[in-house]
């Protein structure tokens, strides 16, 4: 059956939440896929297919366009399962939340939208969360060493590979590119708790987006709390054992013991956090100034945040460099503890053992857990 190029609009208001990366995007995905948001007098459609909690996966049409989809404008089998997911619950507000998408075509996201939802364009909200420069660099550091991608020595990642690593902070050029596919529906935020409503991101987001006094929020756990340099470096020993696993079975087991860990122990007792030196934070600062500024005046009320937010980062960053050798923060039994961990994980998996798929369902019945 040919797919309508001009179906019928869908009911009530879209928000697509399109990241960023480390901008606090599990929480607004785990309090919206557990039911902890409800609508006081709307009805609130966030559509999941099974085993999912976001809407990440719709990043895979909009990376190379189909050969089909170049001819006919036909949206991807992704976005046709969506549109039919919408429909059938038929909310007042639908919310599609996916940190993937910041990688996208923001061109090719407006048309498969267009072609397969058919908003009123009256009623589409795309936002999008922005971390500080500095804040950013230092998350993605620490994302690196507990999914396994980061090098024997992570600090080369901010000091011999900082332009490869750093280069996804230039936000302006993109966010530029996004202004022009969807006009005054693309909203920027930043990820500044003092400009946050009440502190919260979730609660910033469904303000921003729905208004103030429109929605309540159930309290329920964190998502993908930070870890401390001590958690981290017990992650990092554990990949640099396991040299035969492979990049995806190191990004699934980091997510799953990152997991377990953060609920282990209670974030005021976690420790030390990922820190950047005084040198690295004015190299930030060099590299990134014009397009915080770039940022703040196109997009955040030409208020000098992301500026800010630079220079305080030079102004509180220590001299020193911080370390990250296990050794440094870990005992020698500690060491020998999470060796131990690597070597128990590579004797059990003999290569068929689907234990990474295992391990994604397990988090996300956690992260789905009241």
């Known amino acids: 059956m040919a797919w309508p ?20 995007s599990s929480t607004i995905q785990a309090a919206l896929a557990r039911g902890d948001v409800s609508l006081r007098d709307a009805r609130l459609c966030y559509p999941l297919t099974k085993g999912r909690w976001n809407q990440n996966y719709l990043s895979d049409s909009l990376r190379k366009p189909r050969p ?11 976005f046709r399962e969506l549109s039919q997911l919408v429909r059938e619950e038929n909310g007042d507000v639908t919310i ?3 940190e993937e998408l910041e990688w996208c075509s923001p061109e090719r996201l407006r048309g498969h939208i267009s072609r397969s939802l058919a908003p009123d364009s009256n009623a589409l909200t795309v936002i999008a969360y922005l971390r500080p420069h500095v804040g950013r660099a230092l998350s993605s550091l620490a994302e690196q060493i507990k999914i396994g991608w980061a090098p024997d020595n992570p600090t080369h990642l901010l000091t011999r590979q900082f332009d490869r690593f750093t280069g996804p902070l230039h936000y302006g050029p993109r966010l530029d590119r996004w202004r022009k596919a969807f006009g005054d529906a693309y909203v920027v935020r930043p990820v500044i708790r003092s400009e946050l409503a009440n502190g919260s991101l979730l609660e910033d987001f469904l303000t921003t987006t729905l208004g103030s006094d429109t929605f309540e929020i159930r309290p329920g756990p964190d998502a993908n709390a930070s870890l401390s340099v001590q958690d981290l470096m017990r992650l990092h020993v554990v990949h640099m054992s396991l040299t035969r696993l492979n990049k995806w079975g190191h990004h699934a087991l980091g997510w799953g013991l990152a997991e377990v860990m953060s609920k ?16 690295f934070a004015e190299k930030m600062r060099a590299t990134f100034l014009d397009d915080a500024r770039h940022v703040d005046r196109a997009f955040l009320g030409d208020r000098k945040l992301l500026e800010s937010e630079i220079d305080r ?9 911080q370390s990250l050798h296990p050794e440094d923060w870990l005992s020698p039994t500690e060491i020998r503890d999470a060796k131990l961990l690597a070597s128990t994980i590579s004797f059990i998996d003999d290569g068929k053992t689907n234990w990474r798929r295992s391990i994604a369902r397990s988090r996300v019945a956690s992260m789905l857990s009241s």
């Open 96 to 98: 599609l939340s996916g």
């Open 264 to 279: 282990q122990v209670p974030e005021e007792t976690r420790g030390d956090r990922i820190a950047g030196n005084r040198d």
């Open 5 to 24: 190029l001009s179906p019928k609009p869908m009911h009530g208001k879209l928000i697509v939440h399109v990241g960023d990366h480390k901008a606090g």
């Open 68 to 78: 089909a989809a170049r001819i006919t404008g036909a949206p991807s089998q992704s």
């Open 313 to 321: 980062a030079v102004d509180e960053a220590p001299t020193e460099v």
